[in-house]
């Protein structure tokens, strides 16, 4: 089993800045890839970044020289930095990870439970 916890989420406001950090554990073998999604009320939910094992990223195009994504492989963790955070980044941010568990062939997708962001104006 593995689980996956965010923490740093919250109240900012527009032009600020959070952190968000999201650790796995558990019965891992390996961690193919992590990110994070977003989803506003009303809205689907949706990629906001992505690193791989090997450290290769993608973002959202409307995050795209706002946000960073890194991710710490000694501590199964995954981090993502948002700079000049406006309304339209009010979400739910939630934590997704690829993972191999040991004693399994294949990999699954995990979720955390989700933080809240929101972003007055």
């Known amino acids: 089993q593995v689980h996956l916890v965010e923490s740093g989420g919250g109240l900012v406001q527009a032009g600020g800045s959070l952190r968000l950090s999201c650790a796995a554990s558990?019965?891992?073998?390996?961690?193919?890839?992590m990110g994070w999604y977003r989803q506003a009320p009303g809205k689907q939910r949706e990629l906001v970044a992505w690193?791989?094992?090997?450290?290769?990223?993608n973002y959202a195009d409307s995050v795209k020289g706002r946000f960073t994504i890194s991710r710490d492989n000694a501590k199964n963790t995954v981090y993502l930095q948002m700079n000049s955070l406006g309304a339209e980044d009010t979400a739910v941010y939630y934590c997704?990870?690829?993972?191999?568990?040991?004693?399994?062939?294949?990999?699954?997708?995990?979720w955390g439970q989700g933080t809240q962001v929101t972003v007055s104006s």
């Open positions: 690193v791989t094992s090997g450290g290769n990223t």
């Open positions: 558990g019965t891992i073998l390996r961690i193919n890839g």
């Open positions: 997704n990870a690829y993972v191999r568990s040991i004693g399994s062939m294949l990999s699954y997708d995990y």
